[in-house]
């Protein structure tokens, strides 16, 4: 479920509000109002994890090659990844518009 | 078979509480409510209602506490009054869109200051917009069949709101009356165990009471609205099936001697019986008076209301509240809103009397209605007028 199928009619709103599909947080896109993200040198990265670690979103995912690699869906720029950094290999970096 | 017993209307609540099987009862005493509390507490104590009594902090712990049990799927009950309805404000609106249907009983109170511990309608008028279904009882038994009605119509899935019965607080509540206790079978009989349609269960995870961004609210509240207006149907036919089994029949505005009646008085709770007495006295001097109650406050039965109206010229509105700086009492300002333009409506003058326990007697109904025959021919200067204010 994308954020546009939150969108529905009062007639067909859930009951009460309820949200009947346990865990269904995971489909919504929540980092549509960051101002900055992350972005990281893979020169300096030593592959740690500290960021997939402190990350408060668990927006860190590791790839085939042993980066962690941030997924800007989820992603709110709160900069805690770049300030826990043993390497300083994250940046934040304004997002443009 | 029911037996008639005289009784305190409090204890008699507790008792029907009690006949409709509540199973978790949070509650925090305060008067004028407190014997209906203590009386179930004493009832789970002494093992003979099979409920859990949470004894809370506060009134705001105690509507807190009634949102958890009632979405576990608990049949819940809890009572208040004044202070502390006012204290369960934050809570009250969350039940209500959530579809929890809590039953509650409020002893109505004055609120402070200065400090009264006596009757008028100001509590409950302060949280009319809360999205509870709302009743108002005139004497004993009827706080008695209302709480019974109340836990029915709740809990029907068609409606599945919470439902605040209005007793007025010593008046009512701490006056011996001879009551029609019903017995257990026939409560079973009007009232089936409550099976909500969504409960918090860990077998079948759910969340409810989810944030609502502005895409969704207005949604939800509009959801809200018409489970409302919708709830009236059920709300009847509640009474309709109640009269079947108890032999009383309820309605939505009860009217006493509105034949032919050219002015009518307008009165919601305990008063009503003075005002009838002051009808039956001025029918005795020839006069054309008659009285309208109204008894579901909230869906305001607006159908209902107009035809009781029926050719009265003239609606004498008494308040039991003084909304400082509003136009008029609540029950005027939605009487005026009702006919507002309506082809041979009548005309509506609004009265706030009884404030903070202080007698409405025979000769204040007959001010009233004096009153209201005299602005009939020369419109009042002043919206409403504050019946037996002492100016000096």
């Given at each position: 479920m994308a954020n546009s199928d939150a969108i529905v009619g009062w007639k067909t709103i859930t009951f009460g509000c309820h949200i009947l599909e346990p865990g269904n947080a995971a489909n919504f896109r929540t980092g549509d109002w960051r101002s900055q993200r992350p972005v990281v040198d893979k020169e300096k990265c030593i592959k740690c994890g500290m960021c997939w670690v402190f990350c408060p979103d668990m927006a860190y995912n590791q790839d085939e090659d042993g980066y962690f690699v941030v997924d800007l869906e989820y992603c709110k720029g709160c900069g805690i990844c770049a300030h826990e950094c043993p390497k300083d290999a994250i940046t934040m970096v304004p997002e443009e518009g | 078979m029911s037996k008639r017993v005289g009784i305190e209307v409090s204890i008699a609540i507790a008792e029907a509480v009690g006949l409709a099987r509540a199973e978790v009862i949070p509650a925090y005493p305060i008067t004028p409510q407190t014997h209906i509390v203590e009386h179930l507490s004493e009832m789970v104590a002494n093992g003979e209602l099979d409920a859990e009594f949470v004894p809370v902090e506060s009134e705001h712990a105690a509507m807190s506490c009634c949102c958890g049990s009632i979405a576990a799927g608990a049949r819940t009950f809890t009572s208040t009054s004044s202070q502390g309805l006012a204290l369960m404000s934050e809570i009250l609106y969350i039940p209500s869109t959530m579809r929890l249907p809590i039953v509650m009983v409020v002893a109505n109170r004055a609120m402070s200051a200065p400090i009264s511990i006596w009757n008028d309608h100001q509590d409950v008028m302060v949280q009319r917009d809360t999205g509870w279904i709302q009743t108002f009882a005139e004497n004993g038994q009827e706080a008695v069949d209302l709480t019974l009605h109340a836990f029915r119509v709740a809990e029907d899935r068609n409606v599945s709101l919470p439902m605040m019965v209005n007793i007025d607080g010593f008046t009512l509540s701490h006056v011996i009356e001879p009551i029609e206790l019903p017995d257990q079978e026939e409560v079973d009989k009007f009232l089936p165990p409550f099976k909500p349609r969504y409960k918090l269960d860990p077998r079948r995870p759910i969340t409810m009471g989810p944030v609502g961004i502005p895409e969704v609210y207005t949604e939800a509240k509009v959801a809200h609205d018409m489970a409302m207006k919708k709830a009236k149907r059920y709300i009847l036919k509640a009474w309709d099936e109640f009269a079947e089994i108890f032999g009383r029949k309820y309605n939505p505005v009860e009217s006493y001697r509105t034949e032919d009646a050219e002015i009518l008085l307008v009165t919601m709770g305990s008063i009503s019986e003075t005002a009838m007495t002051a009808v039956d006295a001025m029918r005795d001097a020839g006069q054309k008076v008659g009285l309208l109650r109204i008894r579901l406050w909230r869906p305001f039965p607006g159908q209902e209301f107009r035809k009781a109206v029926?050719?009265?010229?003239v609606l004498a509105v008494v308040d039991r509240c003084l909304p400082p700086g509003?136009?008029?009492g609540p029950v005027g300002a939605e009487l005026r809103s009702l006919f507002y333009k309506i082809p041979g409506s009548p005309k509506i003058f609004s009265f706030v009397a009884g404030l903070g326990g202080r007698d409405v007697t025979v000769e204040r109904f007959e001010e009233i209605v004096d009153k209201a025959r005299a602005f009939a021919k020369k419109r009042p200067r002043e919206l409403y007028e504050v019946i037996g204010v002492r100016e000096k």
């Open positions: - | 029926g050719k009265a010229k509003a136009l008029c």
